[in-house]
Each structure stands twice: as structure tokens, then as C-alpha cells.
């Protein structure tokens, strides 16, 4: 996982070390995607902690709620604790990416997807990012999106068209 706060992981990170000495276990749910906290030996602590439409909602509510309740810290504004996440995800976006526009054309690369690591493509349907690093193979929470590099495919189940694209801006 990486540290480097202009990547999503890099928030994902974040959010993570906000909840130590717990860990979040995010899986999918009827909700989308729910967090449970373990100890640090695998035992469930708090169970169905936090809910979001996708993985990087359901683990910022997670952080929100921690933040709020567990540390008495105060947290980023929003009525609820996924309200709350979009707003910490919005400012990520706002500051560490730069949206291109949607379909292939939006990655630069003339005929068909160009894939390279600093640029991420956003599934209209669950909201999660995936990286178009040449080497990994991914999909978003809800399927819609997939990216099989040893087949050597990318698309969205929604079309071409439904697949934004972001850029990673330069780091300071």
C-alpha cells in the first residue's frame, strides 16, 4: 500500500493509521461495502462499524466515526458519517487529482486506452478508482468496471464512454 497521499492509496493509508491500534476490514454488503474493526489478532471488535457505497466511503466513514467517538477529535463536515467521507474524498480529489474527461480519448493515447500509472479511471456506478498502472489487474466493488491486464482488457459494462478518467496532479 502506498504512502504517497496523491494516490488513492495513499488515502486509504491515511484512513487506516487515523483508526490504529484497530484495524478496518472492509468487505462488500447489501450496503455496498461495510468496515469492521479487529485487534491486531484478527478479532472482530466492532462489527458492522461503518457502511458506504463503496470500499473508499465505507473505510473514510469508518475514520469519521473513530475520529469522533473513539478520540473525541472533530471530523470533516456532513450531516452523517458518509456525508462526512464524500466531503474527505472530494477535498483528495480537488487537491491530489485532475479530471480529463471520459473514454479513451481522455487518456492521451490516440487510438484506444492508454494505460500508465499516473492515471486513474472512476466507475460512475460505485464511485471506486482504479489505477490504469500497466501492470495490475483490478475491478471496482460493483463489477461494472475491470481491467484484465494479462488478458489485455479495460472497459465498463456501461460503455467506454461511462469511464472517467483522472490524472494524478505533481507532487509538491
Known sequence: MSDDPTE???LVASARQRLAPTIARVTRSAHGATVELTDQAGHIVWPEYAHGPNRLLAL????????VEQTGADSTAGATYVDKARTREQGWVHQHLRARG???DATGGGLG???TSNLLARCRTCGE???LDPNDTA??????????MDAGRF???LGDGAIDIYQTRPGP
Request: glycine share 12%.
Open 113 to 115: 486506452w492508454s494505460m
Open 155 to 157: 472497459g465498463s459494462r
Open 60 to 67: 473514510l466513514a469508518a475514520e469519521q466515526r473513530y475520529l
Open 139 to 148: 475491478s471496482c466493488l460493483c463489477g461494472d468496471l475491470n481491467k484484465d
Open 129 to 131: 478508482y482504479l489505477s
Open 8 to 10: 488513492p492509496a495513499g
Open 102 to 104: 471520459s473514454g479513451p
